[in-house]
């Protein structure tokens, strides 16, 4: 690449763009966000960016954003997995009879603390294990993942179909449904906490990494652009914050708050439902993907596989045990996912997770994950989610019919790729 720079700007001068390393792609994707939400903003009269909107399409979000952090890892390795919206279900299921049906034959009722982590354990083993299933058919039999997910978005569909005999399991355990969104938030006061230790991490980050930068003697932007990254990600959390914060919560339900406490509500009072347990759930996730991805051998031999799956044979790395953990890593995501989406629901359906392989594809793709291999993002395929979501969201509040809706998304899919396509062959295939 050294070479390759100084051939093309033989004055040695970097543009802006290199000098403040700004990701290009990232920022068309930030740009094409930004003209969705004006533009749906413009046609439902200003109802689209209501707190109450982006606080819903917040929530809406979560769990396909959670499985496409798991699908870039899948999309890297140069596989692809159907099978992800009917292992949530499957997930779902699993958890809803354990806390439903099990554990209250067990002794433990309705209410019992340990209900919720009972079930969210045996909803995590169930998806790891599946999906190192899945793994072990792709890496040690050598079957195409195409085949074998697709084999499993017809198997644990029904499966979880059989587990619940057909039937809507619920209500679900009040303390499993607090990682649903609404009905698990923060608080004001809580978010305003959680956003200045937000703020306080990024900034450090982004030092950290400067200084990690300059003692490997790597060229680094300047002091101003640092301070300016850092403003700037400050403004972001804490806009993000105040947003959410600013939806109220009904007066009704604060006033059986205050009574189930003996207490009488002051006359006036309001108070917001600020970050919801599921957003903060789908930040952990996003870091720690993200310091696999960067900071671990796991990561590195991803990547690296992704890159030149012969090569990276050759060097030593064992490629079909890498093939069994990346699958074991994407079910027990579609397992939180699964926690979320039942959890916002307050009970299991028969469709959740319904099409959601296909969300989740298009979201890491969207993101710039690259389907030929050894190329992807976390926060990109996270960015991709909310993206498909802000679609379908704008375009139901405008009154579009869902088969149009599911036109559109298509062509969002297919156009993504082709830009993806022509800035590859642009930058040489970086």
């Not at 970050?275 to 759930?281: A, D, E, K, Q, R």
């Amino acid at each position: 690449m050294a070479e390759a720079s100084a051939t093309d700007n033989p004055s040695g001068r970097r543009n802006i763009f290199q000098t403040l390393e700004i990701d290009t792609r990232l920022l068309g994707m930030v740009g094409a966000f930004v003209v969705v939400c004006l533009m749906f903003n413009i046609l439902t009269d200003g109802r689209f960016l209501t707190s109450r909107n982006i606080f819903n399409l917040t929530i809406q979000t979560v769990s396909v954003a959670i499985m496409a952090t798991g699908m870039v890892f899948v999309i890297v390795t140069r596989h692809i997995d159907l099978s992800v919206g009917s292992l949530l279900a499957t997930c779902s299921a699993m958890m809803a009879i354990t806390q439903t049906q099990l554990l209250p034959g067990m002794g433990l009722d309705y209410g019992n603390p340990l209900i919720a982590p009972v079930a969210i354990i045996v909803g995590l083993l169930t998806g790891a294990l599946i999906g190192a299933f899945h793994g072990w058919l792709v890496g040690y039999l050598t079957i195409p993942a195409f085949i074998v997910t697709l084999g499993g978005l017809l198997v644990w569909r029904n499966v979880a179909w059989y587990l619940t005999s057909g039937q809507t399991i619920g209500p679900l355990d009040e303390n499993f449904q607090l990682l649903g969104g609404i009905g698990g938030t923060m608080g004001e006061t809580g978010s305003w906490i959680v956003g200045l230790i937000g703020v306080a991490a990024s900034c450090v980050a982004i030092w950290q990494a400067r200084r990690a930068r300059i003692s490997h003697d790597f060229p680094v932007k300047p002091v101003w652009a640092e301070v300016a990254l850092m403003v700037v990600s400050a403004v972001l959390i804490l806009g993000f914050v105040a947003i959410l914060n600013a939806y109220e919560v009904p007066g009704r339900v604060l006033e059986r708050t205050f009574e189930a406490r003996g207490e009488t509500m002051p006359e006036g009072y309001t108070a917001g439902y600020g970050v919801p347990y599921s957003v903060l759930l789908l930040i952990a996730i996003a870091v720690v993907m993200t310091v696999v991805a960067r900071r671990t051998r796991l990561g590195r031999y991803i990547f690296a596989t992704g890159g030149n799956p012969d090569a990276a044979e050759l060097s030593g790395i064992n490629t079909r045990l890498l093939t069994v953990k990346v699958f074991a890593i994407m079910g027990t995501l579609c397992a939180l996912a699964g926690l979320v989406a039942s959890a916002r629901l307050s009970f299991h359906s028969n469709d959740i997770g319904t099409l959601d392989e296909l969300r989740v594809i298009a979201a890491a793709v969207i993101g710039g994950t690259a389907l030929s291999g050894g190329v992807g993002t976390i926060y990109g395929a996270i960015l991709g989610a909310l993206i498909m979501q802000s679609l379908q969201s704008g375009m139901a509040m405008v009154g579009v019919d869902a088969p149009f809706q599911n036109i559109v998304v298509g062509a969002v899919l297919v156009l993504a790729v082709l830009v993806d396509i022509i800035y590859r062959k642009r930058t040489g295939g970086s």
